[in-house]
Structures are given as C-alpha cells and as structure tokens.
Nanobody
C-alpha cells in the first residue's frame, strides 16, 4: 500500500512562492502517476496538477497553468509542486495522491496523503 506524505506548506504573501513535496516509502511510488489536489474551506477538492509515472506527461488546472510546475525525481521517490506567483485564492490544503494512470479526477486516486496547508495572504 502506497502512503504518500506531503510537506512544504506554509504562509506566504501574494506574489510569493512555495515548494511542496510528496514522497512515499514504497518503491512502487516511482512508477505511479501522482496528482496534486487542493481543498479550500467550504469548497470541494479540486484538481491542481498531475504527472505520469515516467515523468514525461503533465497536466494542470487552467487556474494554475504557467504559475505552478509539477516534477518528479524517481530516484528520490519524490514528486514536487513549485508554486509561483501565488494568489489568495490558492489558499487551501494541498493533497498528493497516487494512481496507476494519470487522471484529473480525485475519485480515480486510491492512495492519499494527509495534506499540507498553504495560506496566501493578500
């Protein structure tokens, strides 16, 4: 069972940057697609970005396109999400999740981390 663990959240001013990491101890994690999702208070969980198992395929939500970058280091069993030009509306709990194939749909992912909080002040 793959158990992702997120880290790197925090408080940042609008326009700033943060780097989030998602890692897992299971070696199989390096071959799985990994997605990032976020959930703001009172809102549903929404797709942010996803990367394929090989790292060669990525997809982003329109709201974060050109501001966020997803990448992976398969040797380190880590997937990173670089958040640039942050906006107050990016505030929320960010979750990573693993799945055999790429998807933008949260229900497709079976293995979820506990989340890391990102707060962007205006």
């Amino acid at each position: 069972q793959v158990q992702p663990v997120e880290s790197g959240g925090g408080l940042v001013q609008a326009g700033g940057s943060l780097s989030l990491s998602c890692t897992a101890s299971a070696r199989s994690f390096s071959n799985l697609a990994v997605g990032w999702f976020r959930q703001a208070p009172g809102h549903e969980r929404e797709f942010v970005a996803v990367i394929s198992g090989s790292g060669g395929g990525t997809a982003y939500a329109e709201s974060v396109q050109d501001r966020f970058t997803i990448s992976r280091d398969r040797a380190a069993n880590t997937v990173s999400l670089q958040l640039n030009r942050l906006k107050p509306e990016d505030t929320g709990t960010y979750y990573c999740a693993a799945n055999p194939s790429m998807s933008r749909t949260a229900s497709s992912f079976a293995s979820w981390g506990q989340g890391t909080q990102v707060i962007v002040s205006s």
